[in-house]
C-alpha cells in the first residue's frame, strides 16, 4: 500500500514501534490514540474518507468514466483531495449527468458536501494510484543538486568571514562600551536608529549588523545594563572582557556556537510581525522554536556533502527545503517562521559567520555542527596578524593584513575604518582625532602612538592635524548646572560661597557676580532662604518673574461613585446573575473537555457511533448520533447518516457512547 521498497518499509514500522507510535493488537499494528486522528485530517482531504455507497462498486466503476471525468479526477487527487464545482449537482445520475464533475459524483468517484465542494474518498485515490499510498516513492529522499568546489577554496573563503566576524564583534562591543545605545522601553530591544548608526559605524549592511548585535547577545558578551543616567542600556558583559584574552579561533567557536543553539531570529529584524509593528533587534519576542532544529538539518545537509561538491547555486537551497519536507513532513508553520525563511536564513547567516562559502560547509564548520572541536582546524587557516601600518601622505594608515587585535581596537578611536579588503584602509580626520582627545588621549600621546605603530615615517601632514586639533580642543568648556545666582553686590555672594551650609548646593563662582549651582532651582530656593537670604527668581529676560503656586488636586479614592452609582450597579450584577442563571437551564453545562476528548478519540479509533449534545449558531440546542471521523483545527468531523457534517468542539456540551 505504501509506495517504498519493502525493507524501507519493515525499517520504518519498527521505527514507529521503537517511538511507542503504534502497538501490536490482536487485530495486527494499530497507532496509538491520537495519532489516527491527526494523521487522517479534516472531511475535504484525501484521506481515507468512508464511502456513501458501496466502495467496492465504486472502485469498480472507476473504468467506466469518461477520459475528462478520469482526467478531472487525477487532478483533484493531485491537488489535496479537494475541489469545488458550483454548477455540479448533488445526487444526479449517471444517465443525468451533465459534465465530468456530475459524471464523478453519479458514480461516486466524488463527494459532493451541497456547497459546491467535492471530495476525493481515500480508497478512489489508492485506486488511482494502483494501490500505493503517493504517486512517487516515499523511500526516495529528494535529490539535493550540487557543483563541483575544490575543497580548499571552501575553507579559505569561510576562514576570511569567520576573522571578519571576530573583528567586526570586537569593533562593535568596544563602540558600546563608551556609548551604549539605549533599550525600547522595558527592555524590548534595539531602536532602528542605533542599528542604522552600528551599520554605518561598522560599514555593514543593517542585516549583518542585526546578525551581529544577535550572535553577541546569544554568546553572552552583550547584555542589558544601566548607563550613567539610570536608564537601560545594552553594553557588554564582563565575559567580554575575558573573551577578548583568547585566541582568535577560540573566539569564533565561543560565537558560532552560541549562535548555533540560539533560537533567535535575526533574520526577522526589519520584517513586519503579524500586528503590523517592525521587528527590532535584541527584541525578547525575537525567537522560533523549530529554528534550532531547522538550522542544524540544514548544516546536517551540507555537511553530509562528498568533499569537492556544494550545494548548487540557485537551485540548491530550495532543494534543502524540500529534502526537509520529506524527513519532517508535518512540521507546523507559522508566519513569522516558515521552513523557506528558516533555511534561507540558515545558509546567509552561515556564511556571514564564517562556517560555509560557496555553498558548502568548511572542514571546521563540519566539526562544529559535529560536536568537535573546530579550533585546532580553524587556526591553521587564519592568517598571521600584523603589528604595523604603513602611514601615507593622504591623512590615511594602511594595514598589510589582520591587525592585531590590541592594535586594531586602538587604533579605530584615532582613525575611522574607509574601506576593507585584503588591506584594511584607516583615515585620520579632525573629528576622529578629537575623538581620541575626548577619551583621554593628549597631543603627545597620539604622535608617540602613531610612530610606534608605523613602519614608515609619520607625514608632516598627519602632524600638523594631530596639533591643530590640540590648539583648538577645549577653548569652549561646557559644564552642568541646574541653576545661577547673580547679585550686584560681591560681598553677599563672597559670604555665602564661605558658608559652611553652602557646600552641599554644588556653588561655584564664574564671575565677579555670577555663581552658578548644581542643585535645581526648586530645592536651591528654600536652601537659600534657610540661611536668611531672600532671593527672587529671575525670568530669561532679566525682569523678576512672581508666580502663583499651581492649584493641586487629590486623586479620588479607589472604589468612590457618584450618588446613585451603587445601586445601579447593584442592579446591573443581579441582572446578569439572572441572564445567566437561565442559560445555564436552557443549555447544561459542558462536559470535561478530556472526558470528551478521550470519547471522541476512542470513538474515531473503534469506527464507532456516539451521540453528542451540542448548540447550534442560533443557540439552539439538539442531538445527533454520529460517526465520528476526524478532529482537525477545533472541529470533529462526523458522518450523520449519509452526510459528512462538521461540529465546533466548542459547541459540543456532552458526548455519550451508544452503548453502556
Known amino acids: 500500500m505504501v509506495n517504498a521498497e519493502v525493507d524501507a518499509a519493515t525499517r520504518a514500522l519498527s521505527h514507529l514501534e521503537d517511538t511507542c507510535l503504534v502497538w501490536h493488537s490482536l487485530d495486527g499494528l494499530r497507532a496509538v490514540t491520537g495519532v489516527a486522528a491527526l494523521l487522517r485530517g479534516s472531511p475535504g482531504t484525501s484521506g481515507l474518507q468512508p464511502f456513501a455507497a458501496d466502495q467496492e462498486e465504486v472502485v469498480r466503476s472507476l473504468p467506466a468514466v469518461s477520459a475528462e471525468a478520469r482526467a478531472m479526477l487525477e487532478a483533484v487527487d493531485a491537488g489535496g483531495g479537494q475541489a469545488s464545482s458550483a454548477r455540479a449537482r448533488p445526487g444526479v445520475s449517471v ?157 569564533w567557536s565561543h560565537v558560532a556556537g552560541a549562535w548555533l543553539a540560539s533560537p533567535r531570529l535575526p533574520g526577522l529584524v526589519g520584517q513586519r510581525d503579524p500586528a503590523g509593528k517592525t521587528w527590532n533587534a535584541l527584541a525578547p519576542d525575537l525567537a522560533g522554536a523549530s529554528a534550532v532544529a531547522t538550522r542544524r538539518q540544514t548544516l546536517g545537509l551540507l555537511a553530509a556533502l562528498p568533499d569537492g561538491e556544494v550545494l548548487a547555486a540557485g537551485t540548491g537551497p530550495a532543494a534543502v527545503v524540500t529534502r526537509l519536507a520529506w524527513e519532517r513532513p508535518r512540521r507546523p508553520r507559522t508566519r513569522t517562521e516558515s521552513r523557506e525563511a528558516l533555511v534561507d536564513w540558515t545558509l546567509t547567516e552561515a556564511e556571514r559567520l564564517g562556517l560555509a562559502a560557496f555553498g558548502g560547509l568548511a572542514a571546521y564548520g563540519k566539526q562544529l555542527v559535529a560536536g568537535e572541536d573546530p579550533v585546532p582546524t580553524l587556526a591553521g587557516l587564519l592568517p598571521e596578524p600584523v603589528d604595523h601600518v604603513l602611514l601615507q601622505g593622504d591623512l590615511t594608515a594602511v594595514a598589510p593584513g589582520p591587525l592585531e587585535p590590541a592594535l586594531a581596537r586602538t587604533l579605530a578611536v584615532v582613525a575611522t575604518v574607509e574601506s576593507h579588503g585584503g588591506a584594511t584602509v584607516y583615515r585620520f580626520t579632525k573629528e576622529s582625532v578629537r575623538r581620541a582627545m575626548d577619551r583621554g588621549w593628549t597631543a603627545t600621546e597620539i604622535h608617540a602612538f602613531l610612530t610606534a605603530a608605523s613602519r614608515t615615517p609619520v607625514p608632516q601632514a598627519l602632524t600638523y592635524l594631530v596639533d591643530d586639533t590640540a590648539r583648538t580642543f577645549g577653548t569652549v568648556r561646557v559644564g552642568f548646572a541646574a541653576a545661577y545666582l547673580r547679585s550686584d553686590d560681591e560681598a553677599a555672594l563672597a559670604e555665602l560661597l564661605a558658608h559652611p ?137 462526523a458522518r450523520v447518516e449519509d452526510d459528512v457534517r462538521s461540529f465546533a468542539l466548542s459547541r459540543i456540551r456532552s458526548v455519550r457512547p451508544t452503548s453502556p
Not at 449527468?97 to 458514480?107: S, T
Not at 549583518?208 to 545594552?234: H, K, R, S
Open 501 to 637: 551650609a553652602a557646600e552641599s548646593m554644588g556653588l561655584r563662582r564664574l564671575a565677579p557676580t555670577v555663581v552658578v549651582s548644581t542643585v535645581a532651582l526648586d530645592s536651591l530656593l528654600p536652601r537659600l532662604r534657610e540661611l536668611g537670604l531672600a532671593p527672587v527668581v529671575e525670568a530669561p529676560d532679566g525682569s523678576i518673574h512672581v508666580a502663583r503656586p499651581d492649584a493641586k488636586r487629590a486623586k479620588a479614592r479607589n472604589g468612590a461613585r457618584p450618588a446613585g452609582a451603587q445601586e445601579a450597579h447593584v442592579a446591573a450584577r443581579a441582572t446578569a446573575v439572572a441572564a445567566r442563571i437561565k442559560a445555564g437551564d436552557e443549555h447544561p453545562a459542558p462536559a470535561e473537555p478530556a472526558s470528551t476528548m478521550a470519547i471522541l478519540h476512542e470513538a474515531i479509533d473503534a469506527g464507532e457511533q456516539v451521540v453528542i449534545s451540542y448548540v447550534d449558531g442560533r443557540g439552539v440546542g439538539g442531538e445527533a448520533r454520529v460517526k465520528p471521523l476526524g478532529i482537525d483545527g477545533g472541529s470533529l468531523a
Open 95 to 251: 444517465a443525468e449527468a451533465a459534465g465530468p464533475a456530475e459524471e464523478l459524483i453519479a458514480h461516486g468517484l466524488l463527494v459532493s458536501s451541497g456547497d459546491g465542494m467535492l471530495t476525493l474518498p481515500g480508497e478512489v485515490g489508492l485506486a488511482l494510484r494502483d494501490g500505493r499510498t503517493t504517486i512517487a516513492p516515499v523511500d526516495v529522499p529528494p535529490p539535493l543538486p550540487t557543483s563541483a568546489r575544490a575543497s580548499t577554496l571552501v575553507d579559505r573563503a569561510a576562514a576570511g568571514a569567520a576573522f571578519e566576524l571576530v573583528r567586526n564583534l570586537e569593533l562593535l562591543l568596544d563602540g558600546w562600551s563608551v556609548t551604549p545605545p539605549r533599550s525600547l522601553r522595558g527592555g524590548a530591544g534595539l531602536t532602528v536608529r542605533d542599528l542604522k548608526t552600528t551599520a554605518e559605524r561598522l560599514h555593514v549592511a543593517e542585516p549583518t549588523a542585526a546578525l551581529l548585535i544577535e550572535v553577541a547577545w546569544a554568546a553572552g558578551l552583550l547584555a542589558l545594563g544601566a548607563d550613567e543616567e539610570g536608564d537601560p542600556a545594552w553594553m557588554p558583559t564582563e565575559l567580554f572582557d575575558q573573551w577578548l584574552q583568547q585566541p582568535l579561533a577560540a573566539r
